[in-house]
């Protein structure tokens, strides 16, 4: 086990520096836990933060990013494909925008405000779409009628509903929430004439589940992160690597 001091910077990730464990006291590390001065995790769970990267970006970064990788990796998210990410502003949301243009995807982001679809298009969103007016004929007009290929949906209910609508043929539709506080019912006869899928994950479960392939996304993440290839925090949009950068 290791004890650790700590700022409270969030419910899901804590940052802070090491006080007892075999590494070496004052190490800068990452460990699951929040809201608290000092943890006790388990000795596995600690990762080891690299000078680049502060508290605050670490704290920030590991449970939206590992969310919206494992998402597009359960969709099969393909270079060159569509990519809609709704709630896109929100910490998954960027995050998936991010991913999906690092994957080479053409992403159309959907927010809720003027001010929200800025930063998406900041981080990189190909096309943003407020999603209060309606989406569905604006993804189809962005995609010459054929709809998003992959479509990313904390949001649920009606957000669900249209996206049933817009999804391309053999398309795959994740199910990361349900902010709007309604879980949609999904119309299997859409899912059958699309030739479409619905595909529901949680990030917990990878975690039980499949800890090999947990470890291994994680690895990838922080070795884009430490490399400065990626934002420094994935809620406001500041960049460090030599590609891009925003203000």
């Not at 398309?171 to 999904?186: C, Q």
Request: aromatic share 8%; hydrophobic share 45%.
């Amino acid at each position: 086990m290791a004890e650790f001091c700590m700022p409270s910077l969030g419910a899901d990730m804590a940052a802070g520096t090491l006080v007892v464990w075999n590494v070496q006291p004052g190490d800068r590390v990452l460990v699951p836990g929040g809201f608290a001065e000092e943890t006790v995790v388990p000795a596995q769970r600690v990762t080891l933060l690299p000078a680049t990267v502060s508290f605050e970006t670490a704290a920030a970064f590991r449970s939206s990013y590992c969310t919206a990788y494992y998402a597009l990796q359960r969709g099969r998210l393909q270079a060159g494909e569509v990519l809609l990410v709704h709630g896109a502003a929100g910490g998954v949301g960027l995050a998936a925008v991010d991913l999906g243009k690092l994957l080479g995807a053409t992403v159309i982001a959907t927010a809720s405000t003027a001010d929200k679809l800025a930063v998406c298009q900041k981080l990189g969103a190909d096309h943003v779409i407020n999603y209060t007016q309606g989406f569905r004929e604006q993804v189809k007009a962005l995609t010459a009628g054929r709809g998003a290929d992959v479509i990313y949906d904390p949001v649920g209910g009606d957000v669900f509903d249209e996206s049933m609508r817009c999804i391309a043929p053999f398309g795959r539709l994740l199910i990361v929430g349900f902010t709007s506080g309604r879980a949609a019912l999904v119309k299997t006869n859409h899912l059958l004439i699309k030739d479409a899928e619905a595909i529901g994950f949680t990030i917990g479960a990878l975690g039980r589940l499949d800890p090999v392939r947990e470890s291994k996304n994680f690895a990838v993440l922080m070795g884009w992160l430490a490399a400065g290839s990626r934002p420094t925090s994935p809620t406001d949009c500041r960049w460090h690597g030599p590609q891009r950068r925003c203000s």
